[in-house]
């Protein structure tokens, strides 16, 4: 009943940028912890970002410095901009909302992000 929604995926060019939207509703988006996760083909999915309610960020190695998560709690979405993007960047993009009392995991059902050479 609760499912976060993507949108933003598509085909761009390599150093291209796309941005990622995920809205969420039914929970206290406030409160609640969000991230990024990917999953290429043949590959266990990943995390790509992550950002607490109260402003912490993590990202993977492999896209610090080009990837940002932010987010607009009136909106009650978070963002993810990708610049600089490579081939290896495709993948399917999943969102991820933690609440925080119960704690709980949702996932959205993911949106595909193709960058070509």
């Known amino acids: 009943q609760v499912q976060p929604v993507e949108s933003g995926g598509g085909l761009v060019q390599a150093g291209g940028s796309l941005r990622l939207s995920c809205a969420v509703s039914?929970?206290?988006?406030?409160?609640?912890?969000m991230g990024w996760y990917r999953q290429a083909p043949g590959k266990q999915r990943e995390l790509v970002a992550q950002?607490?309610?109260?402003?912490?960020?993590n990202y993977a190695d492999s896209v610090s410095g080009r990837f940002t998560i932010s987010r607009d709690n009136a909106k009650n979405t978070v963002y993810l901009q990708m610049n600089s993007l490579k081939p290896e960047d495709t993948a399917v993009y999943y969102c991820?909302?933690?609440?925080?009392?119960?704690?709980?995991?949702?996932w959205g059902q993911g949106t595909q992000v193709t960058v070509s050479s």
């Open positions: 991820k909302a933690e609440t925080w009392s119960p704690r709980v995991n949702y």
């Open positions: 950002l607490t309610s109260g402003g912490s960020t």
């Open positions: 039914g929970i206290i988006f406030s409160r609640s912890a």
